[in-house]
């Protein structure tokens, strides 16, 4: 499995912006499909936002569209976060995750569609 390590949350205020980075490890990383959930306090994982093995298709939360930019580089085996216009709603632990792209020709949406993750960062909005 790939390895995955994300860095770059914080204390923000809102309307602020931070950018967070997914370092990948271990395996080929343009293989992988990638996305980034968020899991609040008490509540459930969600997708936030994904990307396909080569970048040409991104998913976004509806929550999170026009805010929020995924992206990758391969060449860098990182997939990165950049989120803007940060509200408190935002706050959560970010995860990444990879799935493999070699048996499948669609990037899912759901958390268990992914098979690596990382260890996640907290990422906190102040009002």
């Known amino acids: 499995q790939v390895q995955l390590v994300e860095s770059g949350g914080g204390l923000v205020q809102a309307g602020g912006s931070l950018r967070l980075s997914c370092a990948a490890s271990?395996?080929?990383?343009?293989?992988?499909?990638m996305g980034w959930f968020r899991q609040a306090p008490g509540k459930e994982r969600n997708v936030v936002a994904t990307?396909?093995?080569?970048?040409?298709?991104?998913y976004y939360a509806d929550s999170v569209k026009g805010r929020f930019t995924i992206s990758r580089d391969n060449a860098k085996n990182t997939v990165y976060l950049q989120m803007n216009s940060l509200k408190p709603e935002d706050t959560a632990v970010y995860s990444c995750?990879?799935?493999?792209?070699?048996?499948?020709?669609?990037?899912?949406?759901?958390?268990?569609?992914?098979?690596?993750w990382g260890q996640g960062t907290q990422v906190t909005v102040s009002s």
């Open positions: 990307i396909s093995d080569i970048g040409g298709r991104t």
């Open positions: 995750a990879a799935t493999p792209s070699l048996y499948i020709n669609y990037v899912p949406s759901s958390p268990t569609g992914f098979s690596s």
């Open positions: 271990g395996r080929t990383f343009s293989n992988y499909h």
